[in-house]
């Protein structure tokens, strides 16, 4: 063990190195992002540990999320901290624009909201400086040396929320060579919360102590589904648009997977003429794409970020905004979860359906989202679709438009499986946060 630990330590050191002298190209990076738009306009210095608010006296918690997923997953848990502890200072943090235009306008009243600094040395020290937090609660797989080891040095209680680990991460984490150094990270966080039982046996492959391994169930189950009006535009508006035409959505839509939403759309607007088909892209660029390729054609497309109507002529409404999909799916009693049609896709989350009471369709490539599909499965077989082919896709919808009774009995199994799911996640994520974590940190800070 000490020879691993010595293994992991040096290697430790050859990244810490790396990642100094690399530090420049790193900037010069982050600068490129921001002229392209891909960092705030503003705000982008944060990114180098550079704070743009005050720190609160007290203790604080660090919640850190790479993306809009995992942060709108902490937020319940971020809610529950604030209600069991208002003594807490909260600082939630993430590294996407995209994840930023959309949580700042969810996250509860007082908590800090800051870009998540590089893993650089100085980048991080700077941060951690700057902030000191009592605790840091990182979000699925954000496993970064600096950030882990610092945080280790400085006596922070480190935990890991909805831990996973993709099989890419762990086929090449699991080598001889780079064991050591993800096996001495591992050791330095008080507590994992894996979000499936398969992902608890991963990380203890990767030399994670099994004490600190403990379950809750998925955070993604428990995010709070608001179905009130929000986002750009009004929701009832569009509503109304709608009417009693048949409607059906495709989201998460990746490059490429728009041809086999469309062609589904083709074959099922001949059997239904007045069908209107939804498509969220997960990127509001590729939705203008679509639309812009669409009109080409002839075809009457209507744009939400344009505010077009949808009028009786129009039978595809492309979604090219952010942070409305879990409103928008109230909107349509079928939902085609996307990126998960071609190889090399990971599938995206349907909880946010299912939670609405849509029926769900996904397609063959699903990732670590088959955990969810799995359960979801488990608990009621009909709960949610999955298929292999655009043929498979075009009959199971065309067989939900056709039998209202069989559309019925999908929307409550998708509905009763999240709901069974949903019970009890952040209950269970406080006790073990207040017990594994927090209890430590907080008494060591006073």
Known sequence: MAAAGNKGMLLYKIYRALSYGLTPLFHLHLRWRRRQGLEHPTRWPERLGCPS????????????????????????????CIQCRPDLSILMTTTTLSAFEVIKNQL???????????????AMEAFLGYWKPNAIMIMESELWPNLIMSSSRKGISLALLNARVSTKS?????Q????????????????????????AICFQVLQAPPSIINFSGDLKFAVEYDFSNGGTGSIEHLERQLGCRKVWMASSIHKGEEK????????????????????????????????QELEKEGQNVALRSLHQRIMPGTHI??????????????????????????????????????????????????????HMLNRMQQINPLSVIQVSSTLELEEAIMELFSDARVLEVRRMAAKQAFHFLSRGIITNVWNLLNYHVLRKSLCESR
Not at 56 to 80: T, Y
Not at 176 to 190: V, Y
Not at 275 to 291: N, S
Request: with cysteine; glycine share 8%.
């Open 317 to 370: 409404y492309v979604v090219d905004t952010l942070g409305e999909l879990r409103q928008l799916y109230r909107l349509s009693p079928i939902a085609v979860i996307g990126g998960s049609f071609f190889p090399g896709l990971a599938g995206h989350n349907i909880s946010e359906a299912a939670a609405a009471g849509c029926a769900v369709l996904t397609g063959h490539y699903v990732g670590h989202f088959s």
């Open 176 to 199: 001889p060579l780079l064991l050591p150094l993800i096996s001495l990270m591992l050791s330095k966080f008080s507590l994992i919360i894996p979000l499936s039982t398969m992902q």
């Open 170 to 174: 762990f086929r090449l984490w699991s």
């Open 260 to 291: 086999v939403i469309l062609a589904v759309h083709k074959t099922l607007l001949q059997a239904f003429p007045d069908l209107i088909t939804i498509i969220v892209p997960r990127y509001p660029p590729h939705g203008q794409q679509i639309a």
């Open 108 to 122: 509860p009243s007082g908590v800090l909201y800051q870009f998540s600094p590089l893993d650089t040395p100085a």
């Open 53 to 80: 608010l005050p720190r609160p006296s007290g203790p604080l918690l660090w919640f850190h999320a790479v993306s809009l997923g995992e942060g709108i997953a902490a937020i319940p848990v971020i809610k529950r």
